[in-house]
């Protein structure tokens, strides 16, 4: 887990992090958002928001840690919501979560 955490971390440092549900929302409907990191304790109706424009506009997502895990390692207090900005990222991160898995 903290190896993917890690990597969504880089990924900020890089700039290639979006936050929060309201610059994700825009991040996937610009086409901007490979992947959708999705706290594990967001409320139902802000994960169902989230998932609904992930499937519409055909974006991958996952739910990976807690909110203050994310927001932690994107430099804010809390946070439900992240974007991945970028096909590398969003490939090592699966990796990594996936390594978890097995």
Do not use: P
Request: hydrophobic content about 40%; glycine content about 8%.
């Amino acid at each position: 887990m903290e190896k993917a955490l890690g990597m969504i971390g880089l990924a900020k440092r890089a700039g290639k992090v979006v936050t929060g549900e309201f610059l994700c929302d825009k991040a996937i409907k610009n086409g901007q958002s490979r992947l959708i990191i999705i706290a594990a304790d967001i409320s139902e109706k802000g994960k169902k928001a989230v998932c609904d424009a992930c499937n519409y506009y055909k974006v991958d997502y996952i739910e990976f840690g807690t909110s203050q895990q994310l927001g932690k390692i994107t430099g804010a207090d809390r946070r439900v919501v992240v974007s991945i900005n970028d096909e590398n990222f969003k490939n090592a991160i699966l990796s990594k979560i996936e390594r978890i898995d097995d």
